[in-house]
């Protein structure tokens, strides 16, 4: 087994529990923005203090003893919103199970996971106020957990608010806890954490039948902020966007780390708002998945097309990279015109949830904006590795944080091996909820965890992801195949939206790699031999058969692609937007089925008009 253990860089404050990491930034940042936000997008800004916040923390925490939950298991679910993080701070902060939901799910979903859950109260956003009246109708005729349903702003809904005990208004709740403290009670206060017992469960992706609950504690959550607090620089007063789901591990790990260190999170009036909200609210840090980031690099990459200025940007680059190697940045001064289209102010970027192509990386860091690409799961609290700019290594997901080992599962000591990638630390959880057969498949007796995923590590302990193991395609002759790799070679080519390979059983008992191309036709139409602006099928199947070809040439020839099919669709996918694979490969076969052809009859052809 080959390990590595990350170091600290940096210096932070250590807590034993999420409490005490909020209550103490009162005391640190009293004045300070702790987060700027909007009620609706044409209305003024909001901006709440750290007193402020950790304030309300106190007053809905208090609230709660009140209601007598003291240790429930309580859900918040809902939009990215201010009062989200103080019901979800307060959860935590009183000694209660936190359960976060993700928004997007069903309504059935919803209802059977805060049954799983054993949930005795939920907080939830007024978006989600249908969902709500309907599943309290439907738990008042079998036996339900549920008691308490707080609307998070009341002033938001549409119709009037029920007239039910079990409904609460959060404004109401806040006064009547802000009223109990201020006479004195302090159960918030005085309410006992152990920091290593379970605090914090949380719901991986796909059906309530499937989902696993990942068991957490403060203590997991508390490392994961140190380690990232050590190995990255963030300051306070500095402004950082929430864009990823608020239930999303990595997003409320990061808000904790953020809010430890002072910065001011800014919420999103939405999709259609980003670019003006980045630059209205001057922001400095973003959290991110590459999705949002290819799309800004395209365009980014694309200006300096159509200005014609790559040239001259080819020639500075490398200066600038010289320059800076003697100490000497310039980087957002020579590209202060580039750096001025995502608001003029951003620092730091964090990427994590899936892979992004290493050029995108470098074209950041190029322009004067530390990209870092990360990795974990939510099972490790979640970040596990961060590649940092000294890391000399794009495309990788760099070393281990702070305290946190990493080792590829090989017998072997030549570094470059393939191996099953672990991991060990105070982050990683408990076990998965009511399940110990799937816990013990993840968790060896030694602490490791079982991540899932593959991978190698370089002479200096950077790793590299080569694909899951469960994905893995292992061929007629014994060897072995990743699609992630195959797709990544794939979602380089213009007009690609999205690709997904798999390893397709012949008769003769072999396997033959194929690949659904997502196609974007106006894109490929521009890259054309003779530019189309709505290019046909037989343009585009022409198109990828040489790309194809392009690719098969870059690997060896058992990872080569065989067949592959185009659609304009959209893949199934989870809630967090990872393709299905085992749905989407059923989704194909189905297709086939229907029309009676083969792979080798579709190869090259539109599914969708099949």
Same mark, same amino acid.
């Given at each position: 087994? *080959?390990?590595?253990?990350?170091? &600290?860089?940096?210096?932070?404050?250590?807590?034993?529990?999420?409490?005490?990491?909020?209550?103490?930034?009162?005391?640190?940042?009293?004045?300070?923005?702790?987060?700027?936000?909007?009620?609706?997008?044409?209305?003024?800004?909001?901006?709440?203090?750290?007193?402020?916040?950790?304030?309300?923390?106190?007053?809905?925490?208090?609230?709660?003893?009140?209601?007598?939950?003291?240790?429930?298991?309580?859900?918040?679910?809902?939009?990215?919103?201010?009062?989200?993080?103080?019901?979800?701070?307060?959860?935590?902060?009183? %000694?209660?199970? +936190?359960? =976060?939901l993700?928004?997007?799910?069903?309504?059935?979903?919803?209802?059977?996971?805060?049954?799983?859950?054993?949930?005795?109260?939920?907080?939830?956003? =007024?978006?989600?106020?249908?969902?709500?009246?309907?599943?309290?109708?439907?738990?008042?005729?079998?036996?339900?957990?549920?008691?308490?349903?707080?609307?998070?702003?009341?002033?938001?809904?549409?119709?009037?608010?029920?007239?039910?005990?079990?409904?609460?208004?959060?404004?109401?709740?806040?006064?009547?806890?802000?009223?109990?403290?201020?006479?004195?009670?302090?159960?918030?206060?005085?309410?006992?954490?152990?920091?290593?017992?379970?605090?914090?469960?949380?719901? /991986?992706?796909?059906?309530?039948?499937m &989902?696993?609950?990942?068991?957490?504690?403060?203590?997991?959550?508390?490392?994961n902020?140190? &380690?990232?607090?050590t190995?990255?620089?963030?300051?306070?007063?500095?402004?950082?966007?929430?864009?990823?789901?608020?239930?999303?591990?990595?997003?409320? /790990?990061?808000?904790?780390?953020?809010?430890?260190?002072?910065?001011?999170?800014?919420?999103?009036?939405?999709?259609?708002?980003?670019?003006?909200?980045?630059?209205?609210?001057?922001?400095?840090?973003?959290?991110?998945?590459?999705?949002?980031?290819?799309?800004?690099h395209?365009?980014?990459?694309?200006?300096?097309?159509?200005?014609?200025?790559?040239?001259?940007?080819?020639?500075?680059?490398?200066?600038?990279?010289?320059?800076?190697?003697?100490?000497?940045?310039?980087?957002?001064?020579?590209?202060?015109?580039?750096?001025?289209?995502?608001?003029?102010?951003?620092?730091?970027?964090?990427i994590?949830?899936?892979?992004?192509?290493?050029?995108?990386?470098?074209?950041?860091?190029?322009?004067?904006?530390?990209?870092?690409?990360?990795?974990?799961?939510?099972?490790?609290?979640?970040?596990?590795?961060?590649a940092l700019?000294?890391?000399?290594?794009? +495309?990788?997901?760099?070393?281990?944080?702070?305290?946190?080992?990493?080792?590829?599962?090989?017998?072997?000591?030549?570094?470059?091996?393939?191996?099953?990638?672990?991991?060990?630390?105070?982050?990683?959880?408990?076990?998965?909820?009511?399940?110990?057969?799937?816990?013990?498949?993840?968790?060896?007796?030694?602490?490791?965890?079982?991540?899932?995923?593959? %991978?190698?590590?370089?002479?200096?302990?950077?790793?590299?992801?080569?694909?899951?193991?469960?994905s893995?395609?292992?061929?007629?002759?014994?060897?072995?195949?990743?699609?992630?790799?195959?797709?990544?070679?794939?979602?380089?080519?213009?007009?690609?939206?999205?690709?997904?390979?798999?390893?397709?059983?012949?008769?003769?008992?072999?396997?033959?790699?194929c690949?659904?191309?997502?196609?974007?036709?106006?894109?490929?139409?521009?890259?054309?031999?003779?530019?189309?602006? !709505? =290019?046909?099928?037989?343009?585009?199947?022409?198109?990828?058969?040489?790309?194809?070809?392009e690719?098969?040439?870059?690997?060896?020839?058992?990872?080569?692609?065989?067949?592959?099919?185009?659609?304009?669709?959209?893949?199934?996918?989870?809630? !967090?937007?990872?393709?299905?694979?085992?749905?989407?490969?059923?989704?194909?076969?189905?297709?086939?089925?229907?029309?009676?052809?083969?792979?080798?009859?579709?190869?090259? *052809?539109?599914?969708?008009t099949?």
């Open positions: 087994m *080959q390990i590595v253990t990350g170091k &600290s860089i940096h210096e932070s404050v250590r807590y034993e529990n999420l409490r005490d990491l909020v209550l103490d930034t009162r005391k640190l940042y009293p004045a300070r923005d702790a987060f700027i936000f909007r009620k609706k997008p044409a209305e003024a800004e909001i901006h709440k203090t750290y007193t402020d916040f950790v304030n309300d923390v106190e007053y809905i925490g208090t609230g709660l003893f009140a209601m007598d939950l003291a240790d429930a298991h309580i859900s918040v679910v809902g939009e990215n919103s201010y009062e989200w993080v103080v019901s979800y701070s307060a959860v935590v902060g009183s %000694g209660c199970v +936190g359960v =976060p993700d928004r997007l799910l069903p309504e059935m979903e919803v209802y059977n996971l805060l049954k799983r859950g054993k949930v005795q109260a939920i907080f939830y956003h =007024p978006k989600h106020h249908e969902m709500m009246v309907s599943i309290a109708s439907r738990a008042e005729k079998e036996s339900f957990p549920v008691k308490y349903f707080i609307c998070m702003d009341t002033s938001l809904l549409a119709g009037a608010f029920p007239a039910d005990v079990r409904f609460v208004d959060y404004s109401d709740l806040r006064q009547k806890g802000k009223d109990l403290f201020n006479l004195g009670n302090r159960q918030f206060h005085e309410a006992p954490i152990d920091p290593d017992a379970v605090r914090i469960l949380l719901f /991986t992706s796909g059906t309530t039948a &989902s696993k609950g990942v068991m957490l504690s403060h203590k997991n959550i508390c490392e902020v140190y &380690s990232i607090a190995s990255i620089p963030v300051y306070p007063g500095e402004r950082a966007f929430s864009i990823l789901p608020l239930h999303h591990t990595l997003e409320n /790990t990061c808000d904790f780390l953020l809010i430890s260190r002072g910065c001011a999170i800014c919420f999103s009036d939405g999709l259609r708002y980003l670019t003006k909200n980045i630059q209205e609210w001057h922001v400095e840090i973003m959290v991110s998945v590459p999705l949002l980031f290819e799309t800004i395209r365009k980014i990459m694309d200006g300096i097309e159509e200005s014609g200025k790559s040239t001259l940007i080819s020639v500075a680059v490398p200066v600038t990279r010289f320059l800076k190697r003697l100490h000497i940045d310039i980087r957002r001064l020579v590209f202060a015109d580039i750096i001025k289209k995502l608001g003029g102010h951003l620092r730091l970027v964090v994590g949830g899936a892979g992004i192509d290493k050029s995108i990386i470098r074209d950041f860091n190029n322009f004067g904006i530390d990209f870092l690409m990360g990795y974990g799961l939510t099972e490790t609290s979640p970040v596990i590795s961060v700019e000294d890391c000399k290594a794009y +495309g990788s997901a760099g070393r281990p944080l702070t305290n946190i080992e990493a080792a590829i599962d090989t017998d072997s000591e030549k570094r470059g091996t393939v191996g099953e990638i672990l991991s060990r630390s105070k982050c990683v959880m408990h076990g998965y909820y009511e399940n110990q057969e799937a816990t013990d498949e993840v968790l060896t007796p030694e602490g490791w965890l079982r991540t899932g995923d593959m %991978g190698y590590m370089d002479k200096i302990g950077n790793i590299f992801i080569t694909g899951r193991v469960k893995m395609i292992v061929l007629t002759n014994g060897k072995k195949a990743f699609p992630e790799e195959i797709e990544s070679l794939i979602d380089l080519v213009p007009g690609v939206r999205e690709s997904f390979v798999w390893g397709e059983e012949t008769g003769k008992d072999g396997v033959e790699i690949a659904k191309i997502l196609i974007d036709r106006q894109e490929i139409g521009k890259h054309l031999p003779i530019p189309e602006k !709505t =290019p046909g099928d037989l343009s585009i199947q022409a198109y990828f058969r040489l790309h194809i070809k690719i098969n040439h870059q690997m060896p020839s058992f990872k080569a692609i065989r067949y592959f099919v185009l659609s304009e669709g959209e893949m199934v996918k989870t809630t !967090t937007m990872k393709i299905k694979r085992r749905q989407e490969l059923d989704s194909i076969h189905e297709i086939l089925a229907k029309t009676g052809a083969t792979l080798k009859m579709a190869n090259g *052809q539109n599914l969708d099949l």
